[in-house]
């Protein structure tokens, strides 16, 4: 069994990740990630789409993202007011 920060033990069988070392989490990257496909949403407008149904989805998802990625970074940035 291995230490890591804060004390906790972690076993192997519960986790494999931790049997050869890496044990965590990338939030940086999956904020990077999150805005790019944000981006790439927008970037799929562009096209030949005969109906709009595409274009609704793709701005509504996109926009959905972007709302949740404002509502992380608020929300990390405050989080001794709550």
Not at 6 to 34: L, N
Not at 53 to 64: C, F, H, K, Q, R
């Amino acid at each position: 069994m291995d230490r890591y920060s804060g004390g906790d033990v972690v076993d192997p069988r519960d986790e494999p990740s931790a049997e050869w070392g890496w044990h965590g989490e990338w939030p940086r990257g999956r904020r990077i990630a999150g805005w790019a496909v944000a981006a790439i949403m927008f970037l799929l407008l562009i096209g030949n789409h005969e109906g709009h149904v595409e274009t609704i989805w793709l701005v509504g998802i996109g926009l959905g993202m972007i709302g949740f990625l404002i509502w992380d970074q608020t929300r990390r940035r405050t989080p001794w007011r709550n």
